[in-house]
């Protein structure tokens, strides 16, 4: 290449000499010209024919097609029903909601449904193992990708490794020894929080790693399992509860003096409240979603195992807060504790405590089983978009898993695990995911009435049409400032008098409004092949208020980890990303036929 040519394309100088990152003159370069590469690249979509074949193939071999519905409603029971509704059902009933936990439940499972559909589209549309980050590629570009999908995944590994040692506080009490010190090893000299060793926390993560790594189906069947066996274990805690409870608990507190009485002790804002708690317990779904292209006929097994799966742990869930509410008033359930609180009170019965300990420990390693399934599968399509190294993606040829995306993860989720006491609990870091979940129901709305990107030319990027991408972006902007308004009244607002449900009154009518003016003059650009969400756009719109109401219940620390997360993840974006998929597109060529949909072989609708 002349250096006419160099001066003509300045990029150009960086792929002669192999890439941005093939010495320190080349980056500094690249650097160079990052405000132009950021322009280009951050918000153009790639086209869904690019991501279901040439982007595809970067990983070399194929994943295995040989899931089926039962198989995905086994992985999402295994992902959502783990320990975390031990803890979050007691306090929502002692906090909030009262005995009104039941209709929470119910409330929170309604809107985990709605985001199941948004989720549900995509993947039947575009069975690939990205999940939320090719749904956002495809519509919102690659940065608005790579920052959810860097926030979902720093969520995963830090909640994982949480949840690994509370394994062994859960496996101690199942069978009656302290397991935190007996089987925990004192490190002394290391600063709090980073001094006790645990050594079964990390087995636990190492030997589902070398799991997930041997067979995906090998995998869910081992879920499958696990996941019928604590099912049980919940039923037969639903069966005590209902047995030995009392129906007068439902409305009857234990001190009448000084709290409320009633199945809805605190009213409609309790029981609202207290969803936006519980809602942390459906999480773990949306890890179904990235298993779509090991899925053998995704039009029909998708559908069934997403929606499947959450309607059935709605109806556990419900059962569940029912007969804890039968066994104690509301008021003196133990928020911590609550079901094997609830049993150590009564004689002969503390060996149910046991029993619960043994079913959260088995709860914990389905969580963990689906969660690093999930996260491995996120990290191997990121891989793949060019904005991290390709290593990541490849797929091993005789195991047909993304065996060095598991690997590393679970190595780096061991390491945090050994020593490090996290302050979560299972899920209750949320933000990042429910996030995610705002974006997902924003782009199924703006692509259904945007269209899809075009394949640009010699890159497969492209944008929608702008005549029809405005009036979608406007809608979803408009429509997301009303349900934080709505958020704002609801936590700010000081309670009595009619102002207040007078401001929630009207933005409800204005959102309602928005909706209803959009439909009316916005048409549709693109149909679904295969399955569509129903009621567009009412549906996805629910789902979007829904996720900015519970994103306004979160704390202040979880904002300030969202921030950290998301600023880091912007820098490493700014410094690498952003150069290595320019250097991946640039290399990879057009893709053949334009950015025509190829479906996998062996992929039956």
């Not at 690249?30 to 280009?40: I, N």
């Not at 003096?257 to 999480?283: C, K, R």
């Not at 609180?341 to 405590?353: E, L, T």
């Not at 991408?469 to 997301?480: D, E, I, V």
Request: charged share 15%; hydrophobic share 50%.
């Amino acid at each position: 290449m002349d250096k006419a040519a160099l001066v003509a394309d300045p990029d150009g100088a960086a792929r002669a000499s192999g890439g941005s990152f093939a010495s320190l003159r080349a980056y500094g370069r690249a650097l160079a010209q990052t405000p132009r590469r950021l322009a280009r690249r951050a918000c153009a979509a790639t086209a869904p024919g690019e991501e279901m074949s040439r982007v595809r193939a970067r990983s070399g071999p194929r994943m295995a097609r040989a899931l089926r519905w039962w198989d995905l409603v086994g992985l999402g029971l295994g992902g959502m029903v783990g320990a975390g509704v031990f803890v979050t059902t007691g306090r929502a009933a002692r906090l909030y909601a009262g005995p009104g936990v039941v209709v929470s439940y119910a409330i929170a499972g309604l809107c985990a449904l709605l985001s199941a559909f948004c989720y549900t589209e995509f993947a039947v549309d575009m069975p690939v193992a990205g999940g939320a980050f090719s749904y956002l590629r495809v519509t919102f570009g690659e940065f608005a990708a790579f920052l959810t999908g860097a926030n979902l995944i720093m969520e995963y590994v830090f909640s994982n490794a949480a949840v690994a040692r509370s394994f062994t506080a859960y496996l101690g009490t199942a069978v009656g020894v302290d397991a935190p010190s007996k089987w925990r090893i004192p490190a002394p000299g290391l600063p709090e929080g980073f001094n006790q060793v645990d050594l079964v926390a990390v087995g636990v993560i190492l030997l589902i790693s070398v799991c997930i790594c041997y067979s995906t189906k090998e995998s869910s069947l081992v879920n499958l399992v696990l996941t019928v066996v604590h099912v049980a274990f919940i039923l037969f805690i639903i069966a005590m509860g209902f047995k030995h409870g009392d129906a007068r608990n439902l409305t009857r507190p234990a001190d009448p003096s000084g709290n409320p009485g009633g199945f809805f002790p605190h009213g409609a804002a309790g029981v609202f409240n207290g969803a936006a708690a519980v809602y942390l317990s459906y999480i773990g779904y949306d890890a179904v979603s990235t298993m779509a292209e090991e899925v053998e006929r995704p039009a029909r097994d998708i559908p069934a195992g997403v929606s499947g799966s959450v309607v059935v742990v709605t109806a556990l869930y419900c059962l569940m807060a029912a007969s804890m509410s039968m066994l104690l008033p509301y008021d003196a359930i133990d928020p911590e504790a609550p079901f094997s609180g609830a049993f150590k009170g009564r004689a002969g019965m503390a060996w149910v405590s046991n029993v619960i300990g043994a079913g959260a420990s088995l709860g914990i390693l389905t969580s963990l089983m689906v969660a690093m399934l999930g996260q491995a599968r996120y990290l191997c399509v990121i891989g793949r978009s060019g904005v991290m190294p390709a290593w990541l993606a490849r797929v091993h040829p005789r195991t047909a898993t993304p065996v060095n995306a598991s690997v590393f993860l679970g190595l780096f989720t061991a390491a945090l695990a050994l020593l490090t006491e996290l302050d979560v609990l299972l899920n209750l870091v949320s933000i990042g995911t429910l996030f995610v979940f705002y974006m997902v129901a924003n782009a199924v709305v703006y692509r259904r009435y945007a269209g899809d990107a075009d394949a640009g030319a010699g890159a497969g990027l492209g944008q929608p049409q702008r005549g029809r991408a405005w009036p979608a972006l406007a809608f979803l902007g408009g429509f997301s400032l009303i349900a934080l308004s709505f958020t704002l009244v609801w936590q700010l607002a000081p309670a009595g008098g009619g102002a207040k449900a007078g401001l929630l009154a009207a933005c409800a009518a204005a959102a309602v409004g928005a909706v209803a003016a959009f439909q009316a003059l916005v048409p549709q650009a693109r149909a679904p092949e295969l399955w569509g969400v129903p009621g567009m756009p009412w549906v996805p719109a629910a789902s979007v208020f829904l996720n900015v109401f519970l994103l306004g219940s979160l704390d202040r620390p979880s904002y300030v980890r969202f921030g950290c997360f998301s600023a880091a993840a912007v820098l490493v974006y700014v410094l690498y990303s952003v150069h290595a998929s320019h250097d991946a597109e640039e290399s990879g060529g057009a893709l053949d036929g334009g950015g025509a949909k190829v479906q996998d072989e062996g992929c039956k609708v």
